[in-house]
């Protein structure tokens, strides 16, 4: 049968994609992630703020490799202050795209991951982006 979509909140949750759709959503998304780091050799890194976005796919790939990832770890992938991801970190998390939650076995640590919300919204920005024609062979 057709798999449902499942409701989370407000939220529709896609069912799981098929895993060759999966496999070429992380390898786009990670070519994205890289493509910020080699815009990095052209022009300045401060130029372009976008931590916000370098965290919303390090998480993302971080989810589809089934890993966890601390928020220092998620601070050290924006490539900016600490005291900035942090607040960019705050802030997704204040608007429903990333969570936080505590390490069972280290209480000063905490992991941030993506929400359902940010992966289902990721997941279709980045399959539009394979419909325009954009993808990693």
Known sequence: ??????????????????????????ALARELYSARRRRERFFPADLFGEAAWDILLDLYIARHEKREVATTSACIGAYVPPTTALRWINKLITVGLFER?????????????????????LGDYLAALRRAGLSIA
């Open 1 to 26: 049968g057709i798999p449902l979509l499942a409701c989370e909140g407000d939220i529709i949750v896609s069912p799981p994609l098929p895993e060759r759709t999966a496999r070429a959503h992380l």
């Open 101 to 121: 939650r505590p390490d069972s076995l280290d209480r000063r640590r905490a992991f941030v991951a993506l929400t359902a919300r940010a992966s289902t919204g």
